[in-house]
């Protein structure tokens, strides 16, 4: 009789090293299939994973309503992709999801952007605050430098939070602009930076941060303490710029991915283009951008409609 637990652990070593997960992927696996093994202990179902049926599914399913839909639907694919693993494997007969129709709808927001006078604001505020004084080798420029490389990267690359904070130097190309990320299912793109202030930037910032770069085993961009950057730091150092930029929005770092995507639009670049920059599988997922923002919108319709052209009464 296979438990449960040591079934989770087989699927998860096959993530690791059958299907090469990253170890972000791993460790929100784990975490949901964890929450599953505690509700069979917490109910005293049988342990044993050849037991498992739908009716301990649903019970499941229903424990978790109070979740988001996305979260929901996460985790329902995550044990469902188990139990594939275990079925293809021999270790249970039938998969148990055989057996039910499981819809979960979740409600379509549109992707919160910025337009290009915010982006502008934010650029404007990190730039200043590198030459409001500092010398060139204290604490406080090195970090403002680096505060300003992060913003830059998330805008000319729409990357991310967690491709920037692991990118490292062989990733970059400072004299090029050429930078490799790698996506999820450690998929690679590549991403050309052709703007000269944002290429300046980046050298000066690798000149500063040369050594603890190396010493860092690579990564980028570095901390205080010499360490990689986390994304948690950031989204602080996007929150403090957005705040000391006056806007009034709650600003993200996945907002420059959104911005990233929503501007090129609006300049007529081809969703298929952006799709690849955006590492996307699927071009329905890049498709939820070709929203037309409000003021845009206004803009086309008080230029461009025929209605424009239909002059019914005389001035």
Known sequence: MMKIIKSINDFINHCIYEKNLSPKTIKAYKIDLMQLQNFFVKNEYSPAISDVTKHELREFLISITELKPKSVKRKIAVIKAMFNYLEF?????INPFRKMRIKIREPKV???AMNKSEVFNILKTAYKQISSGNTLTSYSYADKLRNLVV?????TTGARVSEIADLKKENININSGLIKIKGKGNKERIINI?????LKILQDYYKLFKNKIESSGSYFLINRLGNKL????????VRKLA?????????TPHMFRHTFATLLLEKDVDIKYIQTMLGHSSILTTQIYTHVNNTK???ILKSKHPRKDLIMLES
């Open 89 to 93: 494997e021999d270790i249970i007969n």
């Open 110 to 112: 549109l992707p919160k």
């Open 151 to 155: 913003i830059e990267l998330l805008f």
């Open 194 to 198: 052709c703007n000269k202030e944002t």
């Open 230 to 237: 986390s994304d948690q730091s950031i989204r602080t150092i």
């Open 243 to 251: 705040a000391n930029s006056s806007i009034q929005k709650n600003i």
């Open 297 to 299: 919108q206004k803009q």
